[in-house]
């Protein structure tokens, strides 16, 4: 993987973490939503 490809996934990553914070501030938020944002984060950061 180049260091091209590898930002591209550092974004996606922090577009899921943005989703997860937004998600998070809702009246009352699906929380297996905000924890799916967050894991998927979380693999893209590994993948990245």
Do not use: R, T
């Not at 922090?14 to 998927?40: G, M, R, T, W």
Request: net charge negative; with cysteine; hydrophobic share 40%.
């Amino acid at each position: 993987m180049d260091n091209k490809e590898g930002l591209k996934w550092f974004e996606y990553a922090e577009n899921d973490f943005e989703a997860a914070k937004i998600l998070s501030l809702q009246v009352k938020p699906k929380l297996e939503i905000v924890c799916y944002h967050c894991q998927q984060c979380a693999e893209k950061m590994m993948k990245g």
